[in-house]
């Protein structure tokens, strides 16, 4: 094989290696101007169908939803308001979406993931701590407060707390429709059909009856 050919087959290798890296990094570029969500269609995609261009109004582009507080009386006295392609059915094919979270005093956005996007999160008001963990198992973490930001990596286990004596709130920005969120308690401990007792006891350290205490309060209410 000659050089020439040798170093065409690696331009075309690095080539695909970064398409991939770009798919893999967020949801694919859009193909037109414009997809609005059909949200009532049964056809099922890797997103969306799109409605008739016809049909496609300013609304679909409109959401007044982050503009008050959550209440925050929960179990875990924060609140999480999203904006993403089911609430905007414009969204779809763009790649972005946002959440606004509300803070009680102490209130606590618990452990969770979210498998399709990273996120970016700007404080309005308060002074929350933010923290991840890496696959290496190191928590990075601080405290941030009005006007600040932080970044949580795709799919890392992160959460939020209100370290402050007054309500806080946050909006945090995706680069996804629609992210996702699992959250880590819930889904080991509240999940249907239910994780096996003898995995999370031996994964947790932890006895059947502590098992059951943390079911009993995890479940919906």
């Not at 398409?19 to 890797?46: E, F, G, K, Y």
């Not at 949580?152 to 992210?179: D, E, I, M, Y």
Request: hydrophobic letters at 45%; glycine letters at 8%.
């Amino acid at each position: 094989m000659s050089s020439i050919t040798s170093s065409l087959l690696l331009l075309l290798l690095l080539l695909a290696a970064a398409s991939l890296t770009h798919v893999i990094a967020a949801d694919p570029d859009m193909l037109q101007d414009l997809c609005v969500a059909d949200l009532n269609s049964a056809v099922r995609v890797n997103g969306f169908p799109c409605k008739p261009a016809t049909n496609v109004s300013a609304s679909d582009f409109f959401f007044s939803g982050l503009a008050r507080p959550g209440a925050t009386n929960t179990t875990m006295g924060s609140v999480v308001t999203r904006a993403n392609v089911e609430q905007i059915p414009g969204l779809n094919t763009l790649g972005i979406s946002m959440t606004r979270v509300d803070y009680a005093p102490g209130g606590l956005n618990p452990p969770h993931v979210h498998p399709r996007a990273s996120e970016i999160v700007f404080v309005l008001a308060g002074e929350i701590e933010v923290g991840f963990v890496t696959t290496a198992n190191r928590l990075v973490g601080r405290t941030i407060g009005a006007g600040e930001v932080f970044v949580f990596p795709r799919g890392l286990v992160h959460w939020q707390r209100n370290v402050g004596s007054t309500p806080a709130a946050a909006v945090a920005a995706f680069n996804s429709q629609l992210p996702g969120s699992l959250g880590v308690a819930a889904a080991l401990f509240a999940s249907e059909p239910a994780v096996a007792d003898e995995v999370l006891e031996r994964a947790f350290q932890i006895g059947a009856r502590e098992v059951r205490r943390i079911r009993r309060r995890l479940a919906p209410h």
